[in-house]
């Protein structure tokens, strides 16, 4: 069964820092590409970050570029979204969502989602 | 980017009726990339529904998706205590970023 475990959530100041982690089991890890994808109170979900097989090619929503990196570590099944410069409205649910196919453009779409984990960010 | 616009915002049905849900793009969906999901509190986006109109592993036949270009729909023809949830659609075409709908929400009535 494929499963996806985030973890690395929790309240932080504006400007700070944080390290999302998504474990995943059940498939061939680094066949896939990986996808971030966020919920902030009210709002309906934002496609933030992508992550392709084992090239690691990634993508990076307008909202986030230059502050959050999106990484892999294919030997141990994880992906990674290092978020910095953090502000209130990155304030939201945060999924990991696993791919259907290696890359995360031209129909490359998503299947399975874990449960999220969540970034409050405030003073 | 491409904007996805789900339309009613709430449906209210009782079990047993037929529930159709629209889902309206503002540019063309390329290859008819575009998926439903069912989502309830607490619980993981489950996949119903990729390239328009397949079903996912596992989704009951009463889970049916149709549409091309901008315009798609997903109907459960006879609805189950279970389906009551949000249900969202998302596009994964050429267009980056990727996008989803605001939901739409299937109470009982």
Redesign the interface.
């Known amino acids: 069964e494929v499963q996806l475990v985030e973890s690395g959530g929790g309240l932080v100041q504006p400007g700070g820092s944080l390290r999302l982690s998504c474990s995943a089991s059940g498939f061939t890890f680094s066949n896939y590409a990986m996808h971030w994808v966020r919920q902030a109170p009210g709002k309906r979900l934002e496609y933030i970050s992508a992550i392709s097989d084992n090239r690691g090619i990634t993508y990076y929503a307008d909202s986030v570029k230059g502050r959050f990196t999106v990484s892999r570590d294919n030997s141990n099944n994880t992906l990674f979204l290092q978020m910095s410069s953090l502000k209130n409205e990155d304030t939201a649910l945060y999924y990991c969502v696993k791919g259907t196919t290696s890359t995360f453009w031209s129909g490359g779409g998503m299947d399975v989602w874990g449960q999220g984990t969540t970034v409050t960010v405030s003073s | 980017e491409i904007v996805l616009t789900q339309s009613p915002g709430t449906l209210s049905l009782s079990p047993g009726e037929r529930a159709t849900l629209s889902c309206r793009a503002s540019q063309s969906v390329?290859?008819s990339?575009l998926?439903w999901?069912q989502h309830k509190p607490?619980?993981?986006?489950?996949?119903l529904i990729?390239g328009a109109s397949s079903r996912?592993t596992g989704i009951p036949d009463r889970f049916s998706g149709s549409g091309s270009g901008t315009d798609f729909t997903l109907t459960i023809s006879r609805l189950e205590p279970e389906d009551f949830a949000v249900y969202?659609c998302?596009q994964?075409?050429?267009s980056?970023?990727?996008?989803?709908?605001?939901?739409t929400k299937v109470e009982i009535k």
């Not at chain 2, 607490?42 to 996949?47: D, K, M, Q, V």
């Not at chain 2, 980056?96 to 939901?103: D, I, K, N, R, V």
């Open positions: 390329s290859g990339h998926a999901y607490g619980h993981a986006p489950r996949l990729y996912a969202f998302h994964y075409g050429d980056l970023p990727q996008s989803f709908g605001q939901g």
